[in-house]
Structures are given as structure tokens and as C-alpha cells.
């Protein structure tokens, strides 16, 4: 009667401990995928975009009209001052272990690699690289392409 009593308390204790593994992972598991979806959703990009469409539309005032002549006006010679190119550097940066992709973003915009943080998180997601991401110590240079940078640092380069 006492081996019965032993083993039931045996097996109660074993469903009760792979319950709480079970709980702990499936909460790791949430906590990550989470993470993943981390996106400034209520504050919207600043960069104002302006479609090609109204970037190519002349106004009314300034199309010739179909009987009017058009003078055509020499343009003075001026010289033109060369703008300075600055030769590529690298950063060099460090992503801890459990960084989110919007502190990993952030990073990036204080290392000066990326010009907005939506935009860079909005890249990642579509490129279905979110859960990518990874730790480690890069080094890259400092006018590197935007899609370059998100394959080096989720390890597709």
C-alpha cells in the first residue's frame, strides 16, 4: 500500500514539473515572437512622401500654351563647385544578445547607419528577416545600402 502511495505522489510530481517547463517555455517562446513585432505603430514616419506623379505635374500657369512661341534663352556659363566626397569609414558596433529589432534599430541610428528607425524595422519585416537578427560584433562601412546592412547583420552575407 505504501509503494502505491509513493508512486502516485512519484507521478503527480512529474506531470506537475513538466507542466511548469512547459509554462516556461511557452512563455520564452511569446516573449521572443513579441519582440519580433515590435513596430512604432502610433507614431507615424515623419518623412513626408511625395508620389512620382505629383512630382512630375506641372501647373497649369507655367505649360505654354499651344499657340504662344517659345524663346529660347541661352544659359550663362557657371562654373560649378565639385562637391567634396568623403571616403567611406567603417563602424564598427556591437548587438547584445536579446536586443530587440527596435533596439537594435536604434543602435543603428546612433551609429549613423540609418536615417529612421520605422523605416529600417519596415525593411526587415518585408525582406521576412525579423526573426533573424542577430548578435554579434560588425564592422561595416559607414555608407553602406540599406538592404546590405540588414543582410550582414541577420547573417544572409
Not at 527596435?102 to 543602435?107: E, K
Amino acid at each position: 500500500m505504501m509503494e502505491k502511495i509513493k508512486d502516485y505522489l512519484y507521478d503527480i510530481s512529474d506531470i506537475l514539473v513538466s507542466l511548469v517547463l512547459i509554462a516556461v517555455i511557452a512563455v520564452s517562446i511569446t516573449y521572443k515572437i513579441t519582440d519580433a513585432f515590435t513596430i512604432k505603430i502610433f507614431n507615424p514616419i515623419d518623412d513626408s512622401v511625395i508620389t512620382v506623379q505629383e512630382q512630375i505635374k506641372i501647373p497649369e500657369e507655367d505649360q505654354p500654351a499651344e499657340t504662344e512661341e517659345i524663346e529660347i534663352t541661352e544659359i550663362p556659363d557657371t562654373t560649378v563647385t565639385p562637391i567634396e566626397v568623403k571616403p567611406s569609414t567603417k563602424v564598427a558596433f556591437e548587438i547584445n544578445s536579446g536586443l530587440t529589432g527596435y533596439n537594435i534599430a536604434n543602435l543603428l541610428l546612433e551609429k549613423g547607419l540609418i536615417s529612421n528607425v520605422n523605416s529600417f524595422i519596415e525593411r526587415v519585416e518585408a525582406l521576412g528577416l525579423g526573426s533573424k537578427l542577430r548578435s554579434g560584433t560588425f564592422s561595416v562601412p559607414s555608407d553602406i545600402p540599406l538592404d546590405e546592412l540588414i543582410f550582414i547583420i541577420t547573417g544572409k552575407k
